[in-house]
Protein backbone atom coordinates (compact mmCIF):
# COMPACT_ATOMS: atom_id res chain seq x y z
CA UNK A 1 0.00 0.00 0.00
CA UNK A 2 1.41 3.70 -1.13
CA UNK A 3 1.94 6.12 1.53
CA UNK A 4 -0.45 9.25 1.66
CA UNK A 5 0.58 12.66 0.27
CA UNK A 6 0.02 15.62 2.33
CA UNK A 7 0.52 19.34 1.24
CA UNK A 8 0.90 21.36 4.32
CA UNK A 9 -0.80 24.52 3.58
CA UNK A 10 0.13 27.30 6.32
CA UNK A 11 -2.47 29.88 7.60
CA UNK A 12 -1.82 32.89 9.49
CA UNK A 13 -4.64 33.05 11.96
CA UNK A 14 -5.11 36.99 13.09
CA UNK A 15 -7.69 37.24 15.94
CA UNK A 16 -8.44 33.90 17.19
CA UNK A 17 -8.59 34.90 20.90
CA UNK A 18 -11.80 36.33 19.56
CA UNK A 19 -14.87 34.18 20.17
CA UNK A 20 -15.84 33.77 16.12
CA UNK A 21 -11.82 33.12 15.35
CA UNK A 22 -11.44 30.36 18.39
CA UNK A 23 -14.45 28.73 18.40
CA UNK A 24 -15.93 29.26 14.77
CA UNK A 25 -12.50 28.82 12.49
CA UNK A 26 -9.63 27.16 14.47
CA UNK A 27 -11.80 24.95 16.89
CA UNK A 28 -14.72 23.79 14.64
CA UNK A 29 -13.00 24.23 10.73
CA UNK A 30 -8.96 23.93 10.82
CA UNK A 31 -8.12 22.52 13.90
CA UNK A 32 -11.14 19.67 13.47
CA UNK A 33 -9.82 19.45 9.94
CA UNK A 34 -6.33 18.42 11.17
CA UNK A 35 -7.57 15.77 13.98
CA UNK A 36 -9.34 14.22 10.71
CA UNK A 37 -6.29 13.73 8.94
CA UNK A 38 -6.42 17.26 6.70
CA UNK A 39 -8.89 17.50 3.87
CA UNK A 40 -8.68 14.24 1.54
CA UNK A 41 -8.45 14.67 -2.10
CA UNK A 42 -8.56 11.21 -2.87
CA UNK A 43 -7.81 8.37 -0.96
CA UNK A 44 -3.53 8.85 -1.71
CA UNK A 45 -3.70 12.57 -1.46
CA UNK A 46 -4.78 15.28 1.02
CA UNK A 47 -4.50 18.62 2.40
CA UNK A 48 -3.25 19.48 6.10
CA UNK A 49 -4.14 23.14 7.05
CA UNK A 50 -1.19 24.25 9.34
CA UNK A 51 -2.06 27.53 11.20
CA UNK A 52 0.50 30.01 12.96
CA UNK A 53 -1.85 31.77 15.53
CA UNK A 54 -1.51 35.75 15.98
CA UNK A 55 -3.03 38.14 18.21
CA UNK A 56 -2.31 40.66 21.15
CA UNK A 57 -2.36 38.38 24.27
CA UNK A 58 0.65 36.44 24.57
CA UNK A 59 -1.19 34.57 27.43
CA UNK A 60 -4.19 33.51 25.44
CA UNK A 61 -2.90 32.64 22.21
CA UNK A 62 -0.31 30.23 24.54
CA UNK A 63 -3.51 29.04 25.99
CA UNK A 64 -4.95 28.22 22.66
CA UNK A 65 -1.51 26.62 21.51
CA UNK A 66 -1.60 24.30 24.15
CA UNK A 67 -5.63 23.28 24.02
CA UNK A 68 -4.86 22.53 19.99
CA UNK A 69 -1.86 20.57 20.35
CA UNK A 70 1.13 23.04 20.59
CA UNK A 71 0.43 25.36 17.50
CA UNK A 72 2.91 28.32 16.52
CA UNK A 73 1.61 32.00 17.84
CA UNK A 74 3.05 35.12 17.82
CA UNK A 75 1.98 39.26 18.27
CA UNK A 76 4.26 39.92 15.62
CA UNK A 77 1.74 40.19 12.81
CA UNK A 78 4.89 41.58 10.39
CA UNK A 79 7.11 38.67 11.47
CA UNK A 80 3.87 36.02 10.56
CA UNK A 81 3.38 37.88 6.98
CA UNK A 82 7.18 37.30 5.84
CA UNK A 83 7.42 33.47 6.67
CA UNK A 84 7.35 31.92 3.43
CA UNK A 85 5.50 29.09 4.93
CA UNK A 86 2.71 30.42 5.30
CA UNK A 87 0.33 31.45 2.00
CA UNK A 88 -2.80 32.24 3.37
CA UNK A 89 -3.71 34.95 5.77
CA UNK A 90 -7.02 35.01 7.66
CA UNK A 91 -8.60 37.66 9.51
CA UNK A 92 -11.27 37.49 12.00
CA UNK A 93 -10.66 40.47 14.28
CA UNK A 94 -12.93 43.30 15.09
CA UNK A 95 -14.04 45.36 12.08
CA UNK A 96 -12.08 48.36 12.77
CA UNK A 97 -8.64 46.56 12.80
CA UNK A 98 -8.98 44.70 9.78
CA UNK A 99 -8.23 46.60 7.00
CA UNK A 100 -4.67 47.50 7.98
CA UNK A 101 -3.88 43.70 8.38
CA UNK A 102 -5.39 43.02 4.99
CA UNK A 103 -3.78 45.25 3.32
CA UNK A 104 -0.67 44.40 4.99
CA UNK A 105 -0.95 40.79 3.72
CA UNK A 106 -2.21 41.40 0.15
CA UNK A 107 1.42 43.71 -0.25
CA UNK A 108 3.16 40.44 1.30
CA UNK A 109 1.72 38.07 -1.82
CA UNK A 110 -0.32 36.42 0.77
CA UNK A 111 -4.11 34.70 0.03
CA UNK A 112 -6.34 36.63 2.33
CA UNK A 113 -9.60 35.46 3.74
CA UNK A 114 -11.65 37.14 6.38
CA UNK A 115 -14.93 37.43 8.40
CA UNK A 116 -17.34 40.40 7.02
CA UNK A 117 -17.18 43.11 6.85
CA UNK A 118 -14.14 43.59 5.17
CA UNK A 119 -14.31 47.20 6.88
CA UNK A 120 -16.53 49.49 8.48
CA UNK A 121 -16.86 52.14 5.40
CA UNK A 122 -17.39 51.64 1.93
CA UNK A 123 -14.58 53.02 0.70
CA UNK A 124 -12.09 51.15 2.87
CA UNK A 125 -13.99 48.23 1.42
CA UNK A 126 -13.19 49.04 -2.09
CA UNK A 127 -10.22 49.75 -1.49
CA UNK A 128 -8.98 46.66 -0.31
CA UNK A 129 -10.64 45.15 -3.17
CA UNK A 130 -9.19 46.96 -5.23
CA UNK A 131 -5.37 45.81 -3.75
CA UNK A 132 -6.64 42.18 -3.97
CA UNK A 133 -7.62 42.18 -7.60
CA UNK A 134 -4.68 44.05 -8.56
CA UNK A 135 -2.46 42.17 -6.05
Known amino acids: M ?31 IMQQG ?26 ISKECGGLPWTTDLEK ?19 APCVRDAIAAGKHVYCEKPISDTLPVALDLYCAATRA
Open 2 to 32: SQKTVHNVGVIMNGVTGRMGLNQHLRRSLYA
Open 38 to 63: GLPLSDREAIMPRPMLVGRSPSKLEW
Open 80 to 98: ALGDKDYSIYFDSQTTDRR
